[in-house]
């Protein structure tokens, strides 16, 4: 997806500030990024300090914190506890149980000791993608509990910004998507079922939802609509309606969406963009 964000704009001038955005910030979309561990500054670490993130910035993994994801090759911290041997493997095969000392564990995003979020092993029970939860102690390793539009369900983390080859309860595709977690209230990004949806459609998608790229090959499908305006981050707020959010976890922002025969407002063009795959759609440049 790196090769196809880098030509983003097929054509026309762009901005310093686009231009630069494009260039730092062109690889993986709502879906998408290459790299199994991208290093990502933020800068909420304190006056004059930056924490460089693994990922999204919502998921706050740090040298030395395990991966939401299950990836523990990204960090080389492992939530199961190596002494619990065959005692864990029957537990995890049997669902395991929250509280019981041999039920496997999971990374999840939670406040610590210090009353900052942070990622940390914890309880886990059985509940698979779909499953209904109150917390993220009922799902499975690599799963948090979210709220969506049929209340509180388990869905499979993706704090390195891809969801492929992750199916959904029904076997239907999947994206990358910023929901808010039922314990504590904090956004982290899952993989949600995808939607498909046509873009610049009226009636494609709910009231309160827009069609967006969502994935690294392109996919459209219907996210809730947020503030977000073009040029702003996105990474955890949800772009405004006609809006897409493009670029790697950690450095996104809301393009202007349009119809290549078109004009954009002012003296914006509508270019088509490699990440689209409906060559009817592009993105607005100056």
Not at 133 to 153: D, I, L, T, Y
Not at 210 to 221: H, I, L, N, Q
């Amino acid at each position: 997806m790196g090769a196809a964000l880098a030509g983003v704009i097929a054509a026309g001038c762009m901005s310093s500030s686009e231009s630069a955005f494009l260039a730092e910030g062109n690889r993986g979309l709502d879906d998408g990024v290459n790299d199994p561990a991208p290093s990502l500054a933020a800068a909420d670490a304190g006056p004059g300090k930056q924490t460089t993130y693994r990922g999204s910035p919502l998921c706050k993994v740090i040298e030395g914190t395990c991966m939401p994801d299950g990836d523990e090759r990204s960090t080389g911290i492992l939530c199961a506890d190596p002494d619990a041997g065959a005692a864990a493997a029957d537990a995890a095969s049997d669902g395991g149980a929250a509280g019981d000392p041999y039920a496997p564990q999971g990374c999840r995003v939670s406040e610590g000791a210090s009353g900052s979020l942070t990622p940390q092993c914890g309880d886990t029970g059985a509940g698979d993608d779909g499953a209904s939860c109150k917390s993220g102690a009922e799902c499975k390793p690599g799963f948090e509990c979210v709220e969506g539009e049929r209340g509180a369900q388990c869905r499979r983390y993706c704090c390195l910004g891809t969801c492929k080859g992750q199916a959904s309860s029904n076997g239907g595709s999947t994206f990358c998507d910023v929901r808010q977690a039922t314990a504590g209230g904090h956004k982290v990004p899952v993989c949600m079922p995808l939607k498909a949806c046509k873009l610049l459609t009226e009636g494609e998608c709910g009231p309160e939802e827009t069609c967006a790229v969502v994935t690294d090959e392109g996919a459209t499908g219907c996210v809730p609509a947020g503030a977000g305006q073009v040029g702003e981050t996105c990474d955890e707020e949800h772009c405004a309606k006609g809006l897409t959010c493009v670029g790697s976890p950690g450095a996104r922002r809301c393009l202007q969406l349009c119809r290549v025969d078109k004009p954009c407002t002012g003296t914006q063009s509508c270019q088509s963009a490699s990440f689209i795959n409906d060559p009817k759609f592009g993105v607005c440049t100056p």
